[in-house]
């Protein structure tokens, strides 16, 4: 809800720019109307500035948006929110700097698809389970490890709201990437063991299944980073 809030005095809302004020003979509910002009141009806010018996009460959103603030009304206290730039831009780049920590560790899923490839080429030449079982034991479990750390690290109330919705959703994806190659790497040893066409059919499926999730969610996470960087 856009509230219409004004200012006593027009000097608080400066915020490092140049802002003044010159009566006019109109008036605004009975009141003169002054103009306002910030930084060489004129503002013509929907409710005017206007002088109450030699107090300027000026429009405290519009003057504040024309100088790069954001203005926002939180209703459940009656408190009117003011960031300027400054401030938003160190908060986005807090966010980018915690997305792009969630796209290393989406890049290391994506790698997950080549290394279980070149785990099995190893085990078809070398008869050799060992690199499958290290992937299985300690790439899938350190991915999960590096998940649940991202996650206890924007847990803080103040950074989890901050961060974008897309995030947590983004975040589920992956880890269903994560669980879907631990599980196709399963499907490839029980091949091994057992000679089942099935369990080989399954490991196929499960690995391109799991590519496909892990590869759209650093997609999509790369067009987040994109769209609130350059917001």
């Known amino acids: 809800m856009r509230k219409k809030v004004f200012l006593i005095c027009l000097s608080t809302v400066m915020l ?13 509910k009975g009141y003169p109307v002054v103009d306002v002009n910030v930084n060489g141009s004129v503002l013509l806010p929907e409710v005017p500035a206007i002088n109450i018996e ?6 405290l959103r519009a003057v504040s948006e024309s100088l790069g603030a954001e203005v926002m009304w939180d209703d459940a206290h009656s408190t009117v929110l003011i960031n300027s730039k400054n401030e938003q831009n160190e908060e986005r780049k ?14 290391e899923a ?3 698809e080549r290394n279980i490839s070149l ?5 078809d030449i070398r008869k050799n389970e060992q690199m499958l079982k290290t992937i299985i034991n300690k790439q899938t479990i350190d991915l999960k490890s590096n998940v649940s750390n991202y996650l206890l690290s924007t847990s803080s109330e103040s950074l989890s709201k901050k961060m974008p919705n897309p995030t947590w959703e983004l975040i589920n994806q992956l880890s269903e990437a994560i669980q879907l190659y631990e599980v196709s790497v399963q499907r490839l040893l029980s091949y091994y063991s057992n000679s089942q066409d099935a369990d080989l059919v399954q490991y196929i ?13 650093n ?6 980073i994109v769209e609130i960087e350059f917001k």
């Open 119 to 123: 785990a099995k080429e190893y085990k």
């Open 16 to 28: 490092g720019s140049t802002a003044y004020a010159n009566t006019q003979p109109k008036t605004y």
């Open 94 to 107: 807090v966010i980018v700097g915690q997305l792009k920590r969630l796209l290393i560790i989406s890049n």
């Open 54 to 59: 030699g107090s300027t009460m000026v429009p």
């Open 110 to 112: 994506k790698d997950l």
């Open 219 to 224: 997609l999509k996470l790369q067009q987040l």
């Open 205 to 217: 499926e499960l690995l391109s299944l799991a590519y496909q999730k892990s590869s759209d969610m």
